[in-house]
């Protein structure tokens, strides 16, 4: 078991040794906080805009819902808000105009998944997801294939193109200056019963080359859920996260005995240690367990993520895993 101070010092000499043939030291001490709950259901989802979404699931399966209609239902609020550029319908668009989506989902009972990337005209890509997961034997459909799968399975044709997007588009094009900032949301629920599921939805970077697919769809990229440790997901450059398959460390390291918290910062940098670019990576994760425990980690400030369970709904802040606090040495970090 990885006890915090084991965690520290461990973190410590790792982050030394990459340094290997130089002279190198630990300037980095992760000081880790164990964030718990008995209260159930406890959801927890990325960015302020995950704090209605946590509220949707919570109240879904407060009156008998089950996980996977959580997930769907909570994340289906952030998708249907046209103020987040990010994710669903108000998401911006590709380089040439388009706006395609991606998503995935699991469940932890039978370690299943759906997933579909580049869809087009369907508003709630999660849903469309957890129908790949239900209804095929497949776990990931993409672009025009999943757009007629969507069609043929019942889910309105929608114009998602909106004035705005398209108007930040066309600025976009005339400039042809860099891609705006992005995030997804990434929901996580433990279920009263200890059951575990996630979901993962977002229209991915702006401007995107038309077919570029992040890590939000990819399982063990974006999202992974192991019904007897936990469940992880992330959110931020998503082929800064999928090259590493991020989620799948993270809750790798809580089966190994980390908590969340600690397994989201270690993850962070077990991927700068090997990077090119550091810890200027762009990455964060949030994780809970079986246990209850929650927490999450990032580079740079870190990144706000909203917890609800039964009488709480909260924004709170991640772990931050600074430039001030982690030194970069010839792509190494010390």
């Keep these: 078991m990885i006890t915090r101070r084991r965690f520290i010092a461990q973190t410590g000499l790792a982050l030394a040794a990459t340094g290997a043939g130089c002279r190198t030291r630990s300037t980095l001490e992760v000081k880790t906080m164990n964030a718990r709950t008995r209260e159930r259901p406890l959801i927890i989802s990325t960015w302020p805009f995950g704090k209605p979404a946590n509220e949707r699931a919570l109240a879904v399966v407060r009156s008998g819902g089950s996980g996977l209609d959580a997930v769907v239902e909570g994340i289906g609020v952030a998708e249907s808000d046209l103020s987040n550029n990010s994710v669903g319908a108000g998401g911006l668009p590709n380089a040439a105009g388009v706006v395609q989506l991606d998503a995935c989902i699991m469940a932890g009972p039978g370690h299943r998944a759906g997933s579909v990337a580049g869809l087009e005209g369907i508003e709630h890509p999660i849903a469309v997801a957890r129908r790949v997961m239900e209804k095929t034997r497949h776990v990931m459909l993409v672009g025009a294939g999943a757009r007629q799968f969507a069609l043929d399975e019942g889910f ?54 038309p077919g570029r697919v992040g890590d939000s769809p990819i399982i063990g990229g974006g999202l992974y859920v192991d019904n007897d440790v936990g469940a992880a997901g992330a959110t931020g450059i998503g082929e800064n996260v999928m090259r590493y398959c991020g989620s799948f460390q993270v809750v790798d390291l809580m089966r190994r005995g980390a908590t969340p918290e600690e397994a989201c910062a270690e993850t962070v940098l077990r991927i700068a240690r090997k990077d090119p670019k550091g810890i200027d990576l762009g990455i964060y994760f949030l994780a809970l367990d079986t246990k209850g425990r929650y927490g999450a980690a990032g580079v740079g400030k870190g990144f706000d993520y909203a917890v609800a369970y039964p009488g709480y709904s909260e924004v709170l802040h991640s772990l931050a895993l600074s430039d001030t606090n982690v030194k970069v040495v010839g792509g190494h970090v010390e």
């Design 156 to 209: 309105p044709e929608t114009d998602l193109n909106t004035e705005a997007a398209q108007a930040k588009w066309r600025e976009w094009k005339a400039k042809q200056g860099e891609a705006e900032g992005h995030d997804t949301i990434t929901l996580l629920v433990l279920m009263p019963d200890g059951n575990l599921f996630g979901g993962c939805s977002t229209s991915g970077l702006a401007y995107k080359l």
